[in-house]
C-alpha cells in the first residue's frame, strides 16, 4: 500500500497528476478540486494515496490530505461508488460538505457529481449517515472515522456541529443547520447563523 507520494510534478490535468518519486514517475488520478490546488509543473508536492487493484490495472488515485483520503475510502465502501464515483463526489464537495450532507440526509447534495444519481445518492446518505453523524456530533473529522488516527478536532464545521449537539440539537438537526454556510466561518459565527436559521423553522 502506497500511503503518500512527495516529489516533483511532471505533468498535471484537471484530473491527473504525474509525480517523479525517487526517479520513478507515478501517474495518480485526482479530484479536480486537488489538481487545482496543486502547485505548478516543476513543484514538490505530496499526494495522499489509495491504491486500487484489479485483475487487469493497478490505480493510484491521490488527495491534497489526509481526510480526503480517508473521505474517499469512506465513499467507495459503499455498495454501488467505486473509485470513478469517488473521485467526482470529491471534486464537488469538500470531505466537510460530504459529512453535513449524509448526517443531514441531504441526498441532492450528491447528485451534482457526475454519474451519481438519486437513488445511489440516497443509498450514500443511508449507509454514511449514523457514521458521519457520530463523528460530528464528537467534533472528529473525516480523517478521525477512519481504522487510524487518535482523535483530533475536525474542521470549523465539524466543531460548530459538536457545539451545537452540546446544546441539545440532534446531529441531523446540527448537519441541516449547517449545510450551506460557508466553511471559511469561525465556528462562533457558524454556531449563531445556524441557531438563527433554526429559529425561522
Known amino acids: 500500500m502506497i500511503y503518500c507520494l512527495t516529489g516533483k510534478i511532471l505533468k498535471k490535468s484537471l484530473d491527473l497528476v504525474v509525480i517523479s518519486c525517487a526517479g520513478v514517475g507515478y501517474q495518480v488520478q485526482v ?24 485483475e487487469s490495472d493497478v490505480s493510484l488515485f491521490g488527495f491534497a490530505d489526509e481526510e480526503q483520503q480517508a473521505c474517499f ?13 469517488g473521485l467526482a463526489i470529491l471534486s ?5 460538505r460530504i459529512a453535513l450532507a449524509a448526517s443531514a440526509g441531504d441526498h441532492k447534495a450528491f447528485t451534482a457529481a457526475s454519474g451519481v444519481g438519486p437513488k445511489l445518492a440516497q443509498r450514500i446518505t443511508l449507509e454514511l449517515k449514523d457514521k458521519v453523524g457520530k463523528g460530528l456530533a464528537e467534533g472528529l473529522s473525516l480523517a478521525d472515522l477512519g481504522p487510524a488516527g487518535a482523535p483530533a478536532a ?3 464545521l465539524a466543531q460548530a456541529a459538536a457545539a451545537l449537539t452540546s446544546l441539545g440539537y440532534t446531529s441531523g438537526e446540527a448537519a441541516a443547520a449547517l449545510t450551506k454556510l460557508d466553511d471559511t466561518l469561525p465556528v462562533e459565527e457558524l454556531v449563531k447563523l445556524a441557531l438563527r436559521g433554526m429559529a425561522r423553522r
Open 31 to 54: 479530484p479536480s478540486s486537488v489538481a487545482g490546488a496543486l502547485p505548478a509543473v516543476g513543484q514538490e508536492a505530496t499526494l495522499y494515496t489509495c491504491m486500487n487493484v484489479t
Open 73 to 85: 475510502k469512506m465513499l467507495t465502501a459503499v455498495s454501488g461508488v467505486g473509485p470513478k464515483v
Open 92 to 96: 464537488v464537495l469538500s470531505p466537510q
Open 154 to 156: 475536525g474542521g470549523n
